[in-house]
């Protein structure tokens, strides 16, 4: 494996359900324990990168990728991306990257796609920071409206024009990459299951069941979502990021950073193999 100080950017060919993959993916070796970043629909995992300047992770291992249907991965069959497609595929990743227990970090479909994995492999997952994660319902107002429409993905490129002055910290930015940072044949399907996942998946359940540290990161605009006394009275540290919404790595990326950094140093948890 490259040194802790080289950063290796690559595509990684994988087959997923019979599905090719070459999956854009940004990685740093080490021997401590690495972060796994998984970004949300519509980002990517450039959104993550600024890892590089915070000198919190100074040498800390980390991998970062595109889901399929985002971003610079390729896929050849987007129809067949679904929740448990992203949550295959990041194992496929981990075991790819010699990953065995790891911290992970993951904002919004990211976040569910951790949330899977975690559940069916609960003793790998050494912390869990979830950023606006989907954990119930109310978490699907646009994927649910989207999927009223004969075209999914044409509402939501459509929606996303109209949005640009949006009053939602990030939404602008978040309107302006849309349409370079999703694959739209992918959007049908990745909604479909995100819905049924929330409303039939039991999702909060799933989440406080994990042993591991968890915190759940959101902004100040999310701060009425009806679970947060649930997971603050499970144990769940709750991070609110002012002057933010669904989006804090745009909106508030310094106080974001800083507290994914300050949760990582309370851990403590040494590393239960090399990278």
């Given at each position: 494996?490259?040194?802790?100080?080289?950063?290796?950017?690559?595509?990684?060919?994988?087959?997923?359900?019979?599905?090719?993959?070459?999956?854009?993916?940004?990685?740093?070796?080490?021997?401590?324990?690495?972060?796994?970043?998984?970004?949300?629909?519509?980002?990517?995992?450039?959104?993550?990168?600024?890892?590089?300047?915070?000198?919190?992770?100074?040498?800390?291992?980390?991998?970062?990728?595109?889901?399929?249907?985002?971003?610079?991965?390729?896929?050849?069959?987007?129809?067949?991306?679904?929740?448990?497609?992203?949550?295959?595929?990041?194992?496929?990743?981990?075991?790819?990257?010699?990953?065995?227990?790891?911290?992970?970090?993951?904002?919004?479909?990211?976040?569910?796609?951790?949330?899977?994995?975690?559940?069916?492999?609960?003793?790998?997952?050494?912390?869990?920071?979830?950023?606006?994660?989907?954990?119930?319902?109310?978490?699907?107002?646009?994927?649910?409206?989207?999927?009223?429409?004969?075209?999914?993905?044409?509402?939501?490129?459509?929606?996303?024009?109209?949005?640009r002055e949006t009053p939602c910290y990030g939404g602008g930015l978040y309107a302006s990459n849309l349409p370079n940072k999703v694959q739209r044949g992918a959007v049908p399907?990745?909604?479909?299951?995100?819905?049924?996942?929330?409303?039939?998946?039991?999702?909060?359940?799933?989440?406080?069941?994990?042993?591991?540290?968890?915190?759940?990161?959101?902004?100040?605009?999310?701060?009425?979502?009806?679970?947060?006394?649930?997971?603050?009275?499970?144990?769940?540290?709750?991070?609110?990021?002012?002057?933010?919404?669904?989006?804090?790595?745009?909106?508030?990326?310094?106080?974001?950073?800083?507290?994914?950094?300050?949760?990582?140093?309370?851990?403590?948890?040494?590393?239960?193999?090399?990278?």
């Open positions: 494996m490259p040194s802790a100080a080289r950063v290796v950017h690559e595509q990684i060919p994988l087959r997923i359900h019979g599905v090719n993959l070459k999956v854009a993916s940004v990685r740093r070796g080490g021997v401590d324990a690495p972060v796994v970043f998984l970004h949300g629909f519509g980002t990517s995992k450039e959104d993550y990168l600024d890892v590089l300047q915070r000198h919190e992770f100074a040498g800390r291992p980390f991998l970062a990728y595109d889901a399929p249907g985002s971003g610079a991965t390729e896929c050849a069959g987007l129809g067949e991306v679904d929740l448990p497609f992203l949550a295959e595929t990041a194992r496929a990743m981990l075991d790819r990257a010699g990953i065995g227990r790891f911290h992970v970090v993951g904002h919004l479909t990211g976040a569910l796609t951790a949330l899977l994995l975690a559940h069916k492999e609960p003793g790998r997952v050494l912390s869990f920071v979830n950023i606006k994660g989907v954990l119930a319902p109310e978490d699907c107002v646009l994927s649910r409206e989207a999927l009223n429409h004969r075209d999914p993905g044409d509402f939501l490129f459509k929606l996303a024009e109209r949005s399907t990745l909604f479909r299951s995100m819905v049924e996942l929330a409303d039939h998946g039991n999702l909060l359940q799933k989440f406080l069941s994990l042993p591991c540290p968890k915190m759940y990161l959101y902004g100040e605009q999310c701060a009425g979502l009806s679970y947060l006394p649930i997971l603050d009275a499970n144990g769940v540290e709750l991070a609110e990021i002012p002057h933010s919404g669904q989006l804090p790595l745009y909106s508030n990326p310094v106080a974001t950073w800083r507290q994914i950094a300050e949760f990582h140093a309370r851990q403590l948890i040494p590393s239960a193999r090399r990278w």
